[in-house]
């Protein structure tokens, strides 16, 4: 069985920082790109940035970039979310999710994912 299982999340005041994991299991790691979505209350869930776990290819959203970092650790089967400098409009549940097979990321951030994590909510306070 598939399974992606978010942690890490909670809450942070502004300019504070996080990091989420994405423990995944249930099929070959290294076959799949791995994305970072989040859903703030009343928004629709947007891709944030993926990884390809084959050639550690990466993709960030201009609003995250260079304050956010994914990574892999592929002996754990983990994807990580750096997050520095947060910002009150980060706050949202974040999930992470197996991307399309054949489009990899970042095409596959854009696609609907094959399986979602049940996601992890983070504040972050003014």
């Known amino acids: 069985e598939v399974q992606l299982v978010e942690s890490g999340g909670g809450l942070v005041q502004a300019g504070g920082s996080l990091r989420l994991s994405c423990a995944a299991s249930?099929?070959?790691?290294?076959?799949?790109?791995i994305g970072w979505f989040r859903q703030a209350p009343g928004k629709e869930r947007k891709g944030i940035s993926c990884?390809?776990?084959?050639?550690?290819?990466?993709y960030y959203v201009d609003y995250v970039k260079g304050r956010f970092t994914i990574s892999s650790d592929n002996a754990k089967n983990t994807v990580y979310l750096q997050m520095n400098s947060l910002k009150p409009e980060d706050t949202a549940v974040y999930y992470c999710?197996?991307?399309?097979?054949?489009?990899?990321?970042?095409?596959?951030?854009?696609?609907?994912?094959?399986?979602w994590g049940q996601g992890t909510q983070v504040t972050v306070s003014s």
């Open positions: 990884i390809s776990s084959s050639d550690g290819n990466t």
């Open positions: 999710a197996v991307l399309p097979r054949g489009r990899g990321c970042p095409r596959g951030l854009v696609s609907p994912p094959y399986y």
């Open positions: 249930g099929f070959t790691f290294d076959d799949y790109a």
